[in-house]
Nanobody
C-alpha cells in the first residue's frame, strides 16, 4: 500500500512557475515509477510525465517538454514537478500516481493522490 499526497498547487500568472511535490508513504516507494497526470475542467485526465524507478529515466508529453521537469528524492519519499513558463492551458488538477511499469496509461497505475489545483491566469 502506498499513500500519496500532492502539494504546491496554486494560482500563478502566465509565464510563472510552480513546483509540485508528491509525498509518499510506504517503504516500497523507491521501487515504483512515478507519474504526474492532470485533468482540466470538462476534459479527460491526461498523462504529463513519468520518472522510472530503476534509473530515473523520464518522459514528457510534448506540450510540457522543455518547460516541466520531474525529479525524485527517494530518501525523502518525494517526487517533484517543476513547472516553468506556465500558460493557461496548464490549468488543471494535477495528480501523482505510482506504477510498476514505465507507462503513460492511467490504467496501469496502482495508487493515486488526491490532486492539487494549478490555475494559470492569462
Amino acid at each position: 500500500q502506498v499513500q500519496l499526497v500532492e502539494s504546491g498547487g496554486g494560482l500563478v500568472q502566465a509565464g510563472g512557475s510552480l513546483r509540485l511535490s508528491c509525498l509518499a508513504s510506504g517503504r516500497t516507494f523507491s521501487t515504483y515509477s512515478v507519474g504526474w497526470f492532470r485533468q482540466a475542467p470538462g476534459k479527460e485526465r491526461e498523462f504529463v510525465t513519468i520518472i522510472r524507478a530503476s534509473d530515473g529515466q523520464t518522459y514528457y508529453r510534448d506540450s510540457v517538454r522543455g518547460r516541466f521537469t520531474i525529479s525524485r528524492d527517494n530518501a525523502k519519499n518525494t517526487v517533484y514537478l517543476q513547472m516553468n513558463n506556465l500558460n493557461a492551458e496548464d490549468t488543471a488538477v494535477y495528480y501523482c500516481a505510482v506504477t510498476r511499469y514505465y507507462t503513460v496509461e492511467a490504467g496501469d497505475y496502482d495508487y493515486w493522490g488526491q490532486g492539487t489545483q494549478v490555475t494559470v491566469s492569462s
